[in-house]
């Protein structure tokens, strides 16, 4: 079941604020630049970057995600590993609120995230 309208636009809300505060400087986004997708009841953040080999290809590499699952009224927490599958982000690995998750992200306690 996918986010209700109301869900999505405060979920778009709280990723714009975010990301705002994580871009890079505007002469710089050709080179990197942060994006995110939803899907059903999945949150995917991404890297926007050329491809090191061939700038004319871009990219988008995930490195993180969440997933909200109602049974439970928790945000599950994932992240992208060198072997290109997600895994639990083991410290926090069930967050109450989607505010919480880019928390999580944003302090990227572990590298894990942003390096």
């Known amino acids: 079941m996918a986010f209700?309208?109301?869900?999505?636009?405060?979920?778009?809300?709280?990723?714009?604020?975010?990301?705002?505060?994580?871009?890079?400087?505007?002469?710089?986004?050709?080179?990197?630049?942060?994006?995110?997708?939803m899907s059903g009841q999945s949150v995917e953040l991404f890297e926007i970057r050329p491809k090191w080999n061939d700038s004319s290809i871009v990219q988008e590499l995930p490195f993180a995600k969440t997933t909200y699952i109602r049974t439970k009224k928790a945000w599950k927490i994932f992240w992208?590993?060198?072997?290109?599958?997600?895994?639990?982000?083991?410290?926090?690995l069930m967050v109450s609120s989607f505010d919480k998750f880019l928390q999580v992200v944003d302090q990227d306690e572990y590298g894990c995230f942003f390096g």
Do not use: C, M, N, T
């Open 80 to 92: 992208h590993r060198a072997d290109l599958r997600w895994h639990g982000y083991q410290p926090d």
């Open 4 to 37: 209700s309208e109301i869900e999505q636009k405060r979920i778009e809300k709280a990723l714009s604020a975010f990301l705002e505060q994580k871009r890079p400087p505007v002469h710089i986004r050709k080179e990197l630049d942060f994006g995110y997708r």
